[in-house]
């Protein structure tokens, strides 16, 4: 069977993003994600205090 | 002295229980039915279905807990509401079946002055053939012993691989109609790193299945999210997920038969498909748990107060609409039942207006849509709110003090995988509110700067943060009232 040299275009994975090296750096860095621990807790206290009528 | 009587001690009847106890307990009774002798933080069955929570980490036995905050538990299931009271009392009570040791299937009743229903869902595997660990052929993790079982069958894969062999594993929802994807959607993710811990990710063909007309939906009908210099839909961001650990996805699907090692499903488009499995969770639908009610003449009023579906009817509009007219005003508000005002229902007990997703059906008739998730944050934020309406109400107040439509609240998922602080990863998202309002919110229905979504470390620590701390507040340890909910 001959190796392929193409790659099928149209298929489910073809089309979402994928995260570039850089973004999966981000994702385990940990000053950044020390930051972004606080950013969401301030996130999730919002949501509780908009939450409360 | 007025009796407070909560059925149920999920998230939201244990919610309501402890701060009733707190506000009103020393002057008045705080009752709670439960058929089950021990709380479970759900969310964290998750990490008991792949092993790295024992039961014990996700569960407390609610007796103990209640007896030293001075409120009477009854390890018993509701059989009946009488809103009334009977022929020879104007007593409104219920009608209770007891499960424990003791005294198992023996009834009582137990008369109230407020009632508040929250006795969560009906898990119904019975919807789907085959569907479920008790009678059918696939695992699940809604609750805690679910869970360990599920663990039991992966741990069992997973030396089947070590040895070579292949497998394929289906995880999603188990009915057109079902709710709650964000569970296993992220188990999905957790049985992924499960899997690339032991080594043998590469014998593993991972399938998403549900009943979503497109990944990220959630019952929610999606949500909008600023990413990238862009508003995107969180279909791109779940696709992204998925197409990053290699998992395959069916959308759109109604699991209509499940065999030993095969699916069937039915799509909206009509067509009918098959899936080999050797490993599948799939979250069955929900349905109210069978309560009926009579009133005092012992007449069955069950239609009147509950909806087909089984859940309590309270103060949504269920004036039944076209999709194009539904808004966030025809969600419930202080979840009093509109005929009998001591009546409450939060959580997953009460009957919602209708979807918040588009409601699809095939080619065929069959309906394959998402209906309203409602557990988490904003069950616990229901049960809150009506706590303190009931405080005051037994205070003299009228009418309830307090209103948490799902239109005015938000709420937070944490998909978080892997137990090792710097090893694991999460999805966290956010979304306000729960209900589009696109009236307030016109692009999109939903504030964009509380609903969010991001990929790292720090939703996994949220999530152990959380995991701790909900347990701990549970547990009505020294300073819990202080703790958000």
């Not at chain 1, 994600?33 to 807790?41: H, S």
């Amino acid at each position: 069977m001959p190796k392929a040299t193409n790659r099928e275009p149209y298929e489910q994975t073809y089309y979402p993003p994928t995260p570039t090296g850089f973004t999966r750096y981000m994702r385990n860095s940990i000053p950044w994600q020390i930051i972004r621990f606080i950013i969401i807790n301030v996130k999730m206290l919002r949501l509780m205090m908009n939450s409360q009528h | 002295m007025a009796r407070v009587l909560i059925l149920g001690a999920g998230i939201a009847g244990h919610t309501a229980a402890r701060y009733l106890s707190k506000w009103i307990g020393k002057k008045h009774e705080v009752v709670v039915v439960s058929p089950n002798a021990k709380w479970n933080w759900i969310p964290s069955n998750i990490w008991v279905g792949v092993g790295d929570m024992t039961e014990e980490e996700v569960t407390f036995d609610l007796k103990q807990v209640y007896d030293k905050a001075g409120i009477t538990f009854h390890q018993a299931k509701g059989i009946s509401i009488h809103p009334e009271g009977s022929k020879d009392s104007a007593s409104p009570y219920v009608t209770v079946e007891f499960t424990d040791e003791a005294r198992t299937g023996q009834q009582d009743t137990i008369t109230y002055d407020y009632l508040i229903n929250a006795t969560g869902p009906k898990l119904n595997f019975n919807a789907t053939e085959g569907l479920g660990p008790d009678n059918g052929y696939t695992v699940s993790v809604c609750t805690a012993k679910h869970a360990l079982e599920a663990n039991e069958k992966l741990q069992e894969q997973i030396e089947a691989m070590k040895k070579g062999e292949e497998r394929t594993f289906v995880i999603g929802t188990g009915h057109g109609m079902c709710t709650c994807q964000g569970a296993a959607f992220e188990y999905t993710y957790n049985v992924d790193h499960t899997l690339r811990e032991a080594g043998v990710r590469d014998k593993a063909r991972i399938i998403w299945i549900s009943n979503e007309y497109e990944l990220g939906d959630f019952g929610m009908g999606g949500v909008h999210i600023k990413r990238g210099g862009y508003v995107t839909n969180a279909k791109t961001f779940s696709e992204s997920l998925m197409v990053e650990r290699d998992i395959e996805w069916i959308t759109r699907a109604h699991v209509s038969k499940i065999e030993p090692g095969k699916i069937h499903y039915e799509l909206l488009d009509g067509s009918m498909g098959e899936l080999d499995f050797d490993f599948s969770m799939l979250i069955p639908p929900f349905a109210g748990v069978g309560l009926n009610a009579f009133d005092k003449k012992g007449e069955d009023i069950t239609a009147t107060l509950f909806a087909p579906n089984g859940f309590l009817k309270v103060d949504g509009d269920y004036t039944p609409r076209p999709y194009e007219e539904w808004s966030a005003e025809d969600w419930p508000k202080t979840y009093q039942n509109p005929i009998y005002k001591n009546l409450f229902a939060i959580g997953i007990a009460f009957a919602p207006p209708h979807p918040i997703s588009k409601p699809m059906k095939s080619t065929n008739g069959t309906p394959i849509s998402p209906t309203p998730p409602r557990t988490g944050m904003p069950s616990a934020a229901m049960a809150v709110n009506v706590a303190k309406s009931i405080r005051d109400m037994v205070n003299g107040a009228e009418k309830p003090t307090h209103h948490a439509s799902m239109a005015e609240m938000g709420a937070a998922c944490m998909a978080s995988t892997g137990s090792h602080l710097f090893r694991g990863s999460a999805v966290s998202m956010t979304v306000y509110p729960v209900v589009p309002d696109f009236v307030k919110y016109p692009a999109y229905g939903r504030d964009l700067s509380l609903t969010t979504g991001e990929v790292g470390l720090a939703g996994h620590w949220m999530k152990y943060v959380l995991h701790y701390t909900f347990m701990y507040q549970s547990k009505m340890k020294p300073g819990w009232s202080y703790m958000p909910d």
